[in-house]
């Protein structure tokens, strides 16, 4: 049975830093990019940053500076550590696990607010 749980998210003011973190389990972690997505209220789903097995990395444009994806294969764990939050980082951020088949984590929420 195929698991990603994330951990991490919680309420911060603008400026701050979090780090996510996405557990995996039932899946040959090494061999899987690895990618953070996030979805706030309204709005679709969209790409944040992706890892790729031989760890090659990609951003969206709105966080590149400021995001950093990361992932230790001996863990089973991809990161994404977020410095300089902005209130429009808020949402809800999902980790997402893709080699032959998708898994989805079940999300962890993200408030960036004073």
């Known amino acids: 049975q195929v698991q990603l749980v994330e951990s991490g998210g919680g309420l911060v003011q603008p400026g701050g830093s979090l780090r996510l973190s996405c557990a995996a389990s039932?899946?040959?972690?090494?061999?899987?990019?690895m990618g953070w997505y996030r979805q706030a209220p309204g709005k679709q789903r969209e790409l944040v940053a992706v890892?790729?097995?031989?760890?090659?990395?990609n951003y969206a444009g709105s966080v590149k500076g400021r995001f950093t994806i990361s992932r230790d294969n001996a863990k089973n764990t991809v990161y994404l550590q977020m410095n300089s939050l902005e209130p429009q980082d808020t949402a809800v951020y999902y980790c997402k696990a893709n080699y032959y088949a998708t898994y989805w984590g079940q999300g962890t929420q993200v408030t960036v607010s004073s």
């Open positions: 039932g899946i040959i972690f090494s061999i899987y990019t």
């Open positions: 890892i790729t097995s031989s760890g090659s990395t």
